[in-house]
């Protein structure tokens, strides 16, 4: 009987409404799965059903393997290429940052991005006795200020009482709109901060307080010197800015956090001293330090010369490759193992964007910062492209399976595109993304599920009474087995404990 009263319309709602419902299923799933690379449904249902059901979390699992396999080390190291560090070419907010803000509209840096600088700021720029001195008290405040503006004003407060270096450091980077202000400016803090680094030296073994402000003023002092170098770098006295380099990396070897040896490569590159970049190289590509774009990279490039103006895939598959040329893609299928995204950026198969302030190791933020700056030293190589282009993407027959075991680096860490999406500004950027991902089954579910449902509503909408037919056969085949059983239990009991039943 409530099959029999069930009408056409009710069918059309039935079938639209479950078409509308599984749509906005899926366009969430959509935006979430591009948004952070996983599905919801999964996600959910792995983080909070599956523990209640009495399963086994996937991360637990794998860890509590690898651990009694003695994989330690390759977690630790994992750990390790996770981290974030600070680009250490990154541009001059002011007269660099502020002006592409200025022209496009657009913010090149994300919130988190900034918010890593202000904490190096912080780190390096201030120490525990800053309140004993009028001009550092006021920049340890300024240092937290997320206003730009707040911080100017600050910056200009603490020099109308004292020349103060990290004033002068924080007015070139963010007020200075060209490369020349920014220079002079940072000229007026290494008098300054010259002058705190010697006092402060006299003193450092009186106390803790004093050692604590003679490396606060060291990280200033080096601070300043290398982005005089970068200065010089951008305003075409590059082999100024080599020797500055040289000299500050002499001066302070043991202060590698700043990667000045990065901003070396890149400055000798310019001038085609490849002997130079080669020396480096050899202090820099130890298996024993940790590796970068630039360094997996500038070596590949620098094998990639020896050979690339005579390679022709042709005549390489005719005869083979020749040792010289064996060892050349040898380099890059090492470089883009380390990092896989370098490759599309230099062939300019993806666009370019400003690079970040902070990248991560083997991601797609270092690929960026990479390729910014080192696309014209490939393009200056005759060839190096074209064999790039003919041999990079032979690097994933010999690594399969990337995310589980490398051939000659630690596995590609899984965080990389989290860590990416907030360093990198995806509002006019895609992330790329490695190894690629595919659609998530519940994706795939809903969308299935969705166009199904509305197949059903348009066909009941122009079809009501052949469609009611239909459901109404699919119901009462559907519900056969049930007839069956209510006619044996019907036929089984007296019938009036049966009228009686049927009645409640």
């Not at 193992?337 to 230099?346: G, I």
Request: contains cysteine; neutral net charge; glycine residues 4%.
């Amino acid at each position: 009987m409530f099959l029999n009263t069930l009408t056409p319309k009710f069918y059309v709602a039935l079938t639209g409404t479950s078409s509308l419902i599984s749509g906005l299923i899926l366009i969430f799933e959509w935006w979430y799965f591009r948004k952070y690379g996983t599905s919801f449904i999964e996600q959910v249902s792995v983080s909070h059903l599956r523990p209640l059901l009495g399963g086994v979390d996937n991360s637990t699992a794998s860890s509590s393997s690898s651990s009694s396999n003695g994989d330690a080390d390759s977690s630790r190291q994992s750990v390790s290429e996770c981290k974030v560090w600070r680009n250490p070419l990154n541009l001059f907010r002011g007269a660099e940052y502020n002006r592409y803000t200025w022209v496009t509209g657009r913010e090149p840096l994300t919130y988190y991005d900034m918010n890593l600088s202000a904490q190096d700021h912080q780190t390096f720029f201030t120490c525990d006795s800053d309140h004993l001195r009028p001009a550092d008290a006021i920049m340890q405040k300024a240092w937290r200020e997320r206003n730009p503006q707040a911080r100017i004003t600050a910056a200009h407060e603490a020099l109308d009482l004292e020349d103060c270096a990290t004033a002068y450091i924080l007015l070139a980077e963010e007020e200075a709109t060209t490369i020349v202000e920014a220079e002079k400016l940072f000229k007026q803090a290494l008098k300054v901060g010259e002058t705190c680094y010697r006092r402060s030296q006299q003193l450092q073994h009186h106390g803790s307080q004093y050692e604590a402000q003679h490396r606060r003023d060291t990280n200033v002092l080096v601070y300043i010197k290398r982005r005089l170098a970068m200065c010089s770098r951008k305003l075409g006295r590059t082999r100024e800015a080599v020797k500055m380099m040289r000299d500050l990396m002499k001066e302070f070897p043991l202060l590698s956090m700043f990667n000045i040896h990065e901003n070396l490569l890149e400055s000798l590159l310019e001038l085609q001293n490849y002997a130079d970049v080669q020396a480096v190289l050899a202090k820099y590509d130890d298996i024993s330090l940790p590796k970068s774009a630039t360094i997996c990279y500038t070596a590949a490039l620098l094998k990639a010369r020896a050979v690339s103006d005579k390679f022709s895939p042709e005549a390489a598959s005719r005869r083979g490759l020749s040792t010289a040329e064996m060892n050349a893609v040898e380099a890059i299928h090492r470089a883009v193992e380390f990092n896989p995204h370098v490759p599309k950026y230099l062939l300019e198969m993806k666009s370019l964007i400003l690079p970040p302030e902070h990248i991560l190791k083997r991601g797609d933020s270092e690929a960026i910062a990479y390729t910014f700056f080192h696309l014209q030293h490939w393009k200056r190589v005759e060839g190096a492209l074209n064999l790039l282009h003919c041999t990079w993407e032979g690097t994933f027959r010999m690594i399969p399976y990337p995310l589980e075991k490398g051939h000659l680096f630690y596995p590609y860490p899984v965080c990389t595109e989290t860590a990416d999406r907030e360093l990198l500004p995806t509002v006019f950027h895609e992330v790329s993304v490695y190894p690629k991902k595919e659609l998530p089954f519940f994706i795939l579910f809903t969308a299935g599920l969705c166009s199904f449902t509305a197949m059903l509503a348009l066909l009941t909408h122009q079809f009501p009474e052949l469609m009611g037919v239909f459901a109404k056969a699919f119901l009462s085949t559907l519900f056969a087995p049930l007839n069956f059983i209510m006619e044996k239990v019907e036929s089984i009991l007296p019938s009036s404990l049966w009228h009686q039943l049927t009645r409640i």
